[in-house]
């Protein structure tokens, strides 16, 4: 099996992938977002979305600014 390689260093191997937790959380401490990067140049591959909106939640309503 092929390993993972950066496109910008090329650093070789899965071991170099890293991630980090956005800063910014949702009410219960849920991270919005993760990084992932290489541990080697900082090349990002990837931002995962963490933090969903469940179907129970009240629906968020823009209001109407055009008055």
Known sequence: MAEPKCPSCSTEGI???ASKASNETAKNGTPWFYVVYCNQ??????VINKHTFS????KFVM???RR
């Open 15 to 17: 071991e170099h992938f």
């Open 41 to 46: 140049c900082g090349h990002v591959y990837e």
């Open 55 to 58: 179907a129970n939640q009240s």
């Open 63 to 65: 209001p109407d600014l």
